[in-house]
């Protein structure tokens, strides 16, 4: 939530034109998370903010979709648990470029050798892909990246949450933190890489909605 | 799922298993340990149940302790009733009155009696003729209040529309009464149409506002409309 531009009550409903109404209505229906309304003491009292770049695109989508979605099924959307439906077969996660071939051979190695990927293995190869594309981490230390995610990972989807790699005279420690806090080292301790989890969800979900507008891969689960 | 399900009736006194239940009764005093789940509880003298409680239909006539979570379809609370968890039902009816150290969450509540919620309380629709406190957010489309009784305290109003009417009475009633401050106290009311009488607020915002006798508010933004009666106190408001 650090360093992110915020915008006040006020503003919001002045530029996107809802009323107080319909924004407490979408707050009900848990369309608009709730660590979203950032409460903070102002000189004209208490106020209400939110971050701006988050909340203006989620405003604009459910206005966008209001009309043909009942608020239930709105809801089901956002809500950070659809993306448990989510299951890519590896050929798509390959074309859809969400990771490398080389990431991928590797996965398979230490993880279950399985042609399907759920969402929870999609969030720890996207988050894998970097650590090992950009050197930060090396291969045989990929299995405790993926044992604290497996075990973690589904725990903080609707959080805000931080994978860091920290180093100490050539041990490494993966860990997990629910929040974006911060974290103090001693002074022999190097952080090497840090992920917002967040992030990679996001780039996941972007992803996967833009290549499949259809919600194929939620309705096959159904089935 | 072809197994039938029992029923439980504790008459008298007793202590009973939690599980799964078809209509559980429990007429005189007793404790259910552990969770529940069943079509439908009503308890008509004492009733303590220590875990989660799943329910198409929750009657409680006598008194009624809830030490974790309420899921119910319809919750009426005749007697009284505390809920130590969340508390969440299509309808809740309270006739008698209700505590609850959480949340409630519903579609319809009504309230007669009184109802104290410490967390926020969310439904579609308030229709409140008692007592209504609440200690963070009361947000709902529709919220009428009656006021009568003692005086209602809510932290935070978040709504479409709001009412707050003083009950009609005789002239000799209405100073009788008055010293029990028979009024809402409010932070701050957010809303579309919202109208007070013999409210306290420190801030309101809405699009139409109109302010009734009896109020006394801090700070007034209104978006449309505003209107104040004349015995009401406004020290200042602004249209945005």
């Known amino acids: 939530m650090r360093d992110e531009e915020l915008i006040t009550k006020k503003e919001l409903l002045e530029r996107t034109g809802i009323s107080y109404g319909q924004l407490y209505r979408w707050k009900r229906k848990q369309l608009i998370p709730e660590s979203w309304f950032i409460r903070k003491a102002t000189f004209t009292g ?22 043909n979605l009942s608020l239930d099924e709105l809801a089901e959307k956002f809500s950070p648990r659809a993306v448990t439906k ?13 990771v490398s071939e080389a990431t991928l051979i590797i996965f398979k190695e230490l993880a279950a050798k399985v042609n399907e990927f759920r969402f929870d293995d999609l969030l720890t190869l996207s988050i894998l892909d970097q650590m090992l594309k950009s050197g930060q981490m090396n291969r045989f230390e990929a299995q405790d990246l993926l044992d604290v995610l497996k075990k973690n990972s589904s725990k903080i989807y609707d959080k805000n949450g931080c994978l860091y790699f920290v180093r100490k005279m050539g041990v490494s420690i993966v860990f997990i933190t629910e929040e974006d806090v911060a974290v103090y080292l001693d002074e022999h301790a190097k952080l090497i890489g840090k992920q917002r989890i967040s992030a990679h969800m996001e780039r996941l979900k972007a992803v996967i909605e833009r290549t499949d507008p259809s919600d194929k891969n939620r309705e096959d689960l159904r089935k | 799922m072809t197994e039938e399900k029992r029923s439980l009736t504790i008459s008298g006194s007793g202590r009973a ?18 969770d529940i789940m069943c079509g439908s509880i009503s308890i008509n003298g004492s009733g303590r149940i220590s875990g989660d409680v799943k329910g198409s239909t929750i009657a409680v006539s006598g008194s009624a302790v809830f030490e974790k979570r309420v899921i119910a379809e ?22 008698g009155r209700m505590h609850t150290a959480a949340s409630i969450r519903g579609e319809s509540v009504r309230v007669s ?7 926020d309380l969310e439904s579609e629709e308030i229709v409140a003729e008692g007592p209504l406190n609440v200690g963070g957010l009361c947000s709902a489309e529709h919220i009428d209040m009656t006021l009568a009784g003692f005086a209602s305290r809510i932290g935070e109003i978040g709504c479409g529309t709001l009412t707050v009417h003083r009950r009609l009475s005789s002239e000799l009633f209405g100073k009788l009464f008055k010293v029990f401050g028979k009024k809402l106290i409010v932070d701050t009311i957010e809303g579309d149409d919202l109208y007070l009488e013999d409210t306290e607020a420190k801030v309101i915002r809405g699009n139409r506002v109109r302010i009734g006798p009896g109020c006394s508010i ?7 409309e505003y209107a104040k009666d004349e015995k009401a106190e406004v020290q200042s408001a602004v249209k945005e």
């Open chain 1, 86 to 98: 989510i299951v890519l077969t590896e050929q798509e996660l390959l074309d859809q470029n969400i």
């Open chain 2, 17 to 34: 298993p939690g599980g799964c239940y078809e209509d559980v009764k429990i007429s005189g005093s007793g404790k259910i340990i552990g």
């Open chain 1, 46 to 67: 208490q106020e209400t903010f939110f971050p701006k770049e988050k909340i203006l695109k989620r405003v604009q989508a459910i206005s966008e979709m209001k009309d």
């Open chain 2, 74 to 95: 319809s919750i009426n609370v005749n007697g009284t009733c505390r809920a130590e968890g969340n508390v969440s039902g299509e309808r809740i009816q309270v006739n």
């Open chain 2, 113 to 119: 009696g009184t109802l104290k919620v410490e967390g």
């Open chain 2, 218 to 224: 801090g700070r007034v933004a209104y978006k449309n």
